[in-house]
Nanobody, 123 residues
Framework: QVQLVESGGGLVQAGGSLRLSCAAS????????MGWFRQAQGNEREFVAA????????NYADSVKGRFAITRDNAKNTVTLQMNSLKPEDTAVYYC????????????????WGQGAQVTVSS
């Protein structure tokens, strides 16, 4: 099992930026695909971004493409989500996840989850 802890959430004005970090412990993440998902109040958890174990492949939800960037540092056992040009509709709890599958956008491929970090974007 790999334990995941998110940090970096907070309150930001529309148009601003935030950087979420996910620190892993217990196992190396180098063999895992890593993803970010979010859940707004009253909504289902949805895919945001994912990166393959090597970092060679990234996927993004259409709603964040061009604004968010996912990166990973396997040596430091961390994953980062840089969020720019934030919009009020990006407000949600953001979750880091690790999985062994290849369908990066599929929530069911992820078996390890962090506790979540709140991101609030004011208009």
């Amino acid at each position: 099992q790999v334990q995941l802890v998110e940090s970096g959430g907070g309150l930001v004005q529309a148009g601003g930026s935030l950087r979420l970090s996910c620190a892993a412990s217990g196992r190396r993440i180098s063999s895992y695909a890593m993803g970010w998902f979010r859940q707004a109040q009253g909504n289902e958890r949805e895919f945001v971004a994912a990166i393959s174990w090597s970092g060679g492949t990234t996927n993004y939800a259409d709603s964040v493409k061009g604004r968010f960037a996912i990166t990973r540092d396997n040596a430091k056992n961390t994953v980062t989500l840089q969020m720019n040009s934030l919009k009020p509709e990006d407000t949600a709890v953001y979750y880091c996840a690790a999985g062994s599958g290849v369908r990066l956008k599929n929530i069911n491929e992820y078996t390890n989850w962090g506790q979540g970090a709140q991101v609030t974007v004011s208009s």
